[in-house]
């Protein structure tokens, strides 16, 4: 139970022996003290005034009175213009010490079994590589999925891979026409960067012939739709749902490249799923539901045959579902994935984890599943997020105008030896060790400043700024997280909890450290209700800070006094499992020694 847990609890109490009535816990507020006044948290009494009939001052002083007779965890109060500061005593601290020093992963709580929370992240196209934008994703995605379990769910990582469609028929064109049969291993290119770059042919070619039609008198878009490429895509992607098998053939064996590919850049991004989806096996049950929704009327058939969802009662507009030539869109397959996934796991939430762009689509796949008659559909969550723009705009795959994810791993990778060698950070290391070093250090520096951010923000990536040792960065958390592990082993001593005695006081910056390394529990809990990662980057952060501070202050191998310099080694210690239980959240390792 948490220290405002304990004091809630006995407040109530107090509060009701003073003035004879139990106040509304909504009233009962608690802040951290400000750090001009003495104290530890502080109490808002404005609320209780009609209860005590009482001006703040005294209402504050005799609740304060009242509790620190009540709790020996209060040691002290003070009150300043009608607010309440109360000093939580050091052996409580000590106590909390005692008991949690040395408990691995102290903060997480036991997955518990019942309704799993479904979560759906990556979900790339098979007609390019991933690139900066799923980098995003793919992060976002996978340490949500960690705080979540770490927080007692039971977490289900899916990925749906967008493995049919136009998109895909558009690279499956170009290889045909441009293509002389070559592969990965004849190109020496991963699958995936393969397949991409015929999706920039297509689109190349697909431009001159609508620049050709244009001049010839078309509109643009009667020149769109009419041009031959497009025409030749989309009779692909009919003889493709139609069974045709030369081009299932030909589906496959691409498709083939880029899994390969994408299972590269999935390892090297520490990032794993639970079970992995796909498109073509999931949109014949979409198409289903859709067709029980007309017979029920709930769907309807416009002239040319395609059907649609009249949600204009919803305050949205119509909603196309199947298209003329009987072909499904996107939101046909996660109608029927959706409806799967249901059936199979029960879920208590399923969380998509899909940029802001496709809030809509969202909105609307909740919509139609409830006239369809699924209950279950609120328990569909959009975890929506910005997205991440260069600093000379956006990204546009099609044009080839992309950061392509395996190209800015490997120079995040440059980057970090670089800087690594120019402060001689592997001075003593063998080859294999810088590399390993290296590749922690990149990757920390590209994933804290992806989760740094809000997800709900837009974020501007510039990657010189994610690699610094100093600073609000991966690379400074694990520096400060190899510093205390240096510490510790210099000073010889297995630091012991158990021996902790508390005939002495806690110096103010010591008790800063272990009240940060306290809320760690309570910032999981919020981060895991907001499914926001950037509450323990930045708490991970806050705790780095708080400790650098601390040691350039006070001393540890220095100290004179063995018991002392002990307990300061603990906190130490203890600082750093917590900083690895934060970072290990975000998917980050840490070094051992920098």
Request: contains cysteine; glycine residues 6%.
């Amino acid at each position: 139970m948490t220290i405002e847990n304990i004091l809630k609890k006995h407040l109530i109490d107090v509060i009701d022996e003073l003035y004879g009535q139990k106040p509304d816990k909504a009233q009962i507020s608690f802040q951290k003290t400000r750090k001009e006044f003495e104290g530890d948290l502080t109490l808002v009494v404005f609320p209780f005034l009609k209860l005590s009939r009482k001006n703040p001052q005294s209402t504050a002083e005799e609740i304060g009175a009242s509790l620190i007779q009540k709790l020996a965890l209060i040691s002290d109060y003070n009150v300043i213009k009608g607010f309440l500061n109360l000093s939580i005593s050091n052996d409580f601290w000590f106590g909390f010490l005692r008991d949690n020093a040395f408990s691995k992963d102290f903060a997480y709580k036991t997955v518990e079994e019942g309704k799993p929370i479904l979560i759906e992240f990556s979900s790339p196209n098979t007609n390019k590589p991933l690139h900066l934008g799923h980098i995003r994703n793919n992060l976002l995605g996978d340490s949500v999925s960690r705080i979540l379990e770490a927080a007692g769910n039971q977490v289900v990582k899916l990925n749906l891979v967008n493995d049919r469609g136009i998109h895909i028929c558009k690279s499956m064109l170009a290889w045909l026409r441009w293509g002389d049969g070559e592969t990965p291993k004849s190109s020496g290119m991963k699958g995936d960067h393969l397949i991409g770059k015929y999706y920039v042919l297509f689109d190349q070619h697909y431009k001159e012939e609508i620049a050709g039609l244009v001049q010839d008198g078309r509109s643009e878009e009667e020149a769109k739709n009419e041009a031959p490429l497009m025409l030749e895509a989309r009779e692909m992607l009919r003889k493709w749902e139609q069974g045709d098998e030369e081009v299932r053939e030909l589906w496959s064996k691409l498709n083939s490249w880029t899994y390969a590919g994408f299972d590269e850049t999935y390892t090297r991004m520490g990032v794993s799923f639970h079970l992995t989806q796909y498109e073509s096996q999931t949109y014949l049950h979409g198409k289903s539901i859709v067709q029980q929704g007309l017979e029920k009327g709930i769907l309807f058939r416009k002239e040319d045959g395609s059907v649609w969802a009249d949600l204009s009662k919803e305050g949205l507009d119509e909603k196309l579902l199947l298209r003329s030539d009987g072909t499904s869109v996107y939101m046909t397959q996660d109608l029927g994935t959706a409806a799967e996934r249901y059936a199979k796991y029960q879920p208590e939430k399923m969380i998509y984890v899909v940029g802001n762009e496709q809030n809509y689509h969202f909105d609307v796949l909740r919509i139609v599943l409830a006239k369809l008659g699924y209950s279950w559909a609120s328990c569909i969550n959009h975890l929506s997020y910005g997205m991440v723009e260069l600093p000379d705009g956006k990204m546009k795959s099609r044009e080839g105008n992309v950061v392509d994810a395996d190209d800015l791993m490997n120079e995040m990778y440059k980057t970090a030896r670089q800087k690594g060698e120019e402060l001689g950070k592997v001075k003593d290391s063998n080859s294999n060790e810088a590399k390993e070093l290296y590749q922690k250090v990149s990757m920390a520096a590209l994933k804290y400043f992806m989760l740094k951010v809000d997800p709900k923000k837009k974020m501007l990536f510039i990657p010189e700024e994610s690699i610094d040792f100093n600073g609000n960065t991966g690379p400074f958390i694990q520096y400060t997280y190899a510093r205390i592990q240096s510490l510790v082993q210099k000073s010889g001593i297995k630091p012991d909890s158990s021996a902790i005695n508390d005939k002495y006081g806690i110096l103010p910056k010591e008790k800063e450290i272990i009240k940060l390394i306290y809320t760690f529990p309570e910032v999981l809990d919020s981060a895991a209700a907001a499914l926001s990662p950037a509450l323990i980057a930045n708490y991970a952060y806050e705790l780095a800070k708080g400790f650098n501070q601390f040691y350039q202050e006070v001393p540890v191998l220095k100290e004179e006094d063995v018991d002392i310099r002990h307990f300061r080694l603990v906190l130490a210690a203890f600082t750093a499992e917590t900083i690895r239980s934060a970072m290990a959240l975000l998917g980050i390792e840490m070094p051992e020694r920098m």
